[in-house]
């Protein structure tokens, strides 16, 4: 049962809503003094000038299979783009069909965390690119076959020229990541909560606005913020009260694995949250498959609340403001093979 506190909670969160426009305004500068709108245009990246030819080419790699010493493999396939920019199975399916240790995080937004990876380990999606090709549980390949095979295809050759047009030998393992950064920095979408942010009053309604009120009442805030919602920051899971090891693996001791730092064990990278409603299953664990019961773990675990149940329908219909609208994504054409083309290799069934 709910107890009087929590229900009064939801309850003076949405009458605050419904006593008009000052309450919203004032709720709206609190947000915004917390969050940001995403921008309507591609954000720079550091180091890396963003061209359309530069777009072309990342999005060529990002959906070529090739790029996996098996041919099976791309980017897309754990980061799809057609399922809320991850694979939204527990942990993914990478070279032999071999599962791999953690859930795969959306691609969509991406752009905005500070660092990738549920650790934290890549500074920048660039580096981030370079991991998962050379992962052997993953797309299980090296640089030097990866670009045996871009060289390989004449077309390749024209599009890497053409991104890097400064560069005699631009067909490099630092520009395959450099042109996969710029495409995957295109891949931002818009929410209603943006244009709330933005002054459009009619983009959530009174149950959103009022999750959004005990978003911020409740603590969520605090780890995630910003205009991702999270990403900027590296948190203990289990904060208050640690959960159970089938969703915090004793295994998986996150940060610690990359600073090597007692005070890391156990600590990861705030999720964030955009398109948090269509990107199940939840935490690096992938085992929490209900976005309700992902609120009410954190709730829990982060803050030591015990959320009522309308508490947490409420905070959910907000995250639900967080779904945007997909840029539109067709399937490239890709270049041909040659007799010059590396040929699969690898176990795959």
Same mark, same amino acid.
């Given at each position: 049962? =709910?107890?009087? !506190?929590?229900? %009064?909670?939801?309850?003076?969160?949405?009458?605050?809503?419904?006593?008009?426009?000052?309450?919203?305004?004032?709720? $709206?500068?609190?947000?915004?003094?917390?969050?940001? =709108?995403? +921008?309507?245009?591609?954000?720079?990246?550091?180091?890396? *000038? /963003?061209?359309?030819?530069?777009?072309?080419?990342?999005?060529?790699?990002?959906?070529? =299979? $090739?790029?996996?010493?098996?041919?099976?493999?791309?980017?897309?396939?754990?980061?799809?783009?057609?399922?809320?920019?991850?694979?939204?199975?527990?942990? @993914?399916?990478?070279?032999?069909?071999? #599962?791999? *240790? !953690?859930?795969?995080?959306?691609?969509?937004?991406?752009?905005?965390?500070?660092?990738?990876?549920?650790?934290? $380990?890549?500074?920048?999606?660039?580096?981030?690119? &370079?991991?998962?090709?050379?992962?052997?549980?993953?797309?299980?390949? %090296? *640089?030097?076959?990866? /670009?045996?095979?871009?060289?390989?295809?004449?077309?390749?050759?024209?599009?890497?020229?053409?991104?890097? +047009?400064?560069?005699?030998?631009?067909?490099?393992?630092?520009?395959?990541? &450099?042109?996969?950064?710029?495409?995957?920095?295109?891949?931002?979408?818009?929410?209603?909560?943006?244009?709330?942010?933005?002054?459009?009053?009619?983009?959530?309604?009174? /149950?959103?606005?009022?999750?959004?009120?005990?978003?911020?009442?409740?603590?969520?805030?605090?780890?995630?913020?910003?205009?991702?919602?999270?990403?900027?920051?590296?948190?203990?899971?289990?904060?208050?009260?640690?959960?159970?090891?089938?969703?915090?693996?004793?295994?998986? #001791?996150? !940060?610690?694995?990359?600073?090597?730092?007692?005070?890391?064990?156990?600590?990861?990278?705030?999720? *964030?949250? !955009?398109?948090?409603?269509?990107?199940?299953?939840?935490?690096?664990?992938?085992?929490?498959?209900?976005?309700?019961?992902?609120?009410?773990?954190?709730?829990?675990?982060?803050?030591?609340?015990?959320?009522?149940?309308?508490? /947490?329908?409420?905070? %959910?219909?907000?995250?639900?403001?967080?779904?945007?609208?997909? +840029?539109?994504?067709?399937?490239?054409?890709? +270049?041909?093979?040659? @007799?010059?083309?590396? $040929? =699969?290799?690898?176990?795959?069934?």
């Amino acid at each position: 049962m =709910p107890t009087l !506190r929590h229900t %009064t909670a939801l309850a003076l969160s949405l009458l605050a809503i419904a006593q008009g426009a000052a309450a919203s305004s004032e709720l $709206r500068e609190l947000a915004l003094d917390i969050f940001s =709108p995403l +921008p309507s245009t591609t954000p720079a990246v550091t180091d890396n *000038p /963003i061209t359309p030819e530069k777009i072309d080419l990342g999005k060529a790699l990002f959906f070529d =299979p $090739r790029m996996s010493a098996s041919g099976v493999f791309s980017c897309n396939s754990c980061h799809n783009l057609a399922t809320g920019g991850d694979d939204n199975m527990s942990t @993914s399916i990478g070279h032999g069909w071999q #599962k791999g *240790p !953690r859930n795969s995080p959306t691609v969509l937004n991406s752009v905005f965390n500070d660092a990738q990876f549920w650790d934290g $380990r890549a500074a920048d999606l660039a580096e981030q690119a &370079k991991g998962p090709v050379q992962a052997g549980v993953e797309m299980a390949n %090296t *640089p030097e076959n990866v /670009i045996a095979t871009l060289n390989s295809m004449p077309q390749y050759v024209e599009w890497f020229q053409e991104s890097f +047009p400064d560069e005699a030998d631009p067909v490099t393992f630092d520009n395959f990541a &450099k042109a996969i950064e710029a495409y995957e920095a295109t891949l931002i979408t818009p929410a209603p909560f943006d244009a709330w942010l933005n002054g459009d009053d009619a983009a959530l309604s009174d /149950i959103q606005l009022a999750g959004l009120d005990l978003f911020v009442e409740s603590g969520c805030a605090s780890c995630h913020g910003g205009i991702n919602l999270g990403g900027e920051g590296y948190y203990p899971f289990g904060l208050v009260e640690k959960p159970g090891a089938d969703v915090l693996p004793e295994g998986d #001791k996150g !940060r610690f694995a990359v600073t090597e730092t007692a005070i890391d064990e156990y600590v990861f990278r705030a999720a *964030p949250l !955009r398109n948090i409603a269509v990107t199940a299953p939840y935490f690096h664990s992938g085992v929490v498959w209900d976005l309700e019961t992902a609120v009410a773990i954190m709730a829990e675990s982060q803050l030591g609340a015990d959320l009522s149940g309308e508490d /947490i329908g409420a905070i %959910t219909a907000f995250l639900g403001s967080l779904t945007g609208q997909m +840029p539109e994504v067709s399937y490239p054409v890709l +270049p041909a093979e040659t @007799s010059a083309t590396p $040929r =699969p290799t690898g176990e795959v069934n």
